[in-house]
């Protein structure tokens, strides 16, 4: 039966284009490494090298078997990972729930630098609103999440503050709105309002409806569309509405009303138990610097 390190000399040799140089990779001497794929040919019956020239090349039968001596190869380090993981007492998995209206450009960094420090390690990332990704972390759905600050945390979360979005109040150019130009919120009462709501029905601290008149989306991409259709004003996060406003279709409040601009808190939350190991430790860093 073959072993893990014929398989690994085999491969070497391939990649070294010679046993001499298989063999100072291997920290091993040349005779070694020639000897365990001699062991590893006579084991699967078949010839794996030609011998007559100065290097070794592969024989068809060495070319059919290569990409399954580096599969194997290549599960056993995913193997000695989760070793690593298990024996670390690190979790196999970490997951991040983002609240949309959150830019997360930063974001691709964040986790080539996770999985460059914590091989093996598995990543989820889910998107919900603010009040749904808390109840997610609460119920341990999800380790770590990225909202915008609540009054009120369940007591047992852990959170801290990183940042914080700009947030405009928008309407289309054929809304009313456009034309009234608006001196005080008052007016705004008059006209639908376009807010995020949750799957739990929990309303989110900061969005909160001033209208009697309220139409609701779980997510601000889907209040962008709503409100570039006129169907209301919404208050959107400049990134989002960014290239809407570029293209004409949302347009800022008139200059009286552009003092409703303001700033949103972003918060980084995580479950008690999450927020103790290394991984999640050193993600909570890392998403220090996303805004």
Known sequence: MYTLEQLACFVATVDQGSFSAAAR???????AVS???????????????????????????????????????????????????????QPARLTLALDEGIPAAGLKDVLITMAAEFPGLAFETLSASSPDIIELVQQGRAGTGLVFSSLEYPSLLHFDS????????????????????????????LHRQLVIGARNQVGSAFNYPLSPDVWQADNYYMLNELTK????????P?????????????IKLPVDAENLSWQANVDLIQHPADAANQASKRLRQLMQGLL
Not at 46 to 54: C, D, H, N, Y
């Open 25 to 31: 990779v291997l920290g091993k001497v040349q005779s």
């Open 35 to 89: 000897q365990q794929i001699i062991n590893l040919e006579v084991d699967s019956n078949q010839t794996l090298f030609t011998r007559s020239g100065r290097y070794p090349e592969l024989t068809e039968a060495g070319k059919q078997l290569l990409p399954y001596a580096q599969a194997v190869l290549a599960q056993q380090k995913l193997f000695e990972q989760q070793l690593t993981l298990l024996e670390s007492r």
């Open 162 to 189: 990183v940042g914080t979005v700009t947030f405009d109040i928008l309407v289309s150019p054929q809304h009313p709105l456009a034309l009234d130009k608006p001196k005080h919120t008052d007016q705004l009462k």
């Open 238 to 250: 400049q990134h989002i509405a960014a290239q809407a406003i570029t293209e004409g279709s949302l």
């Open 229 to 236: 259709a006129g169907l209301g004003w919404a208050m959107l």
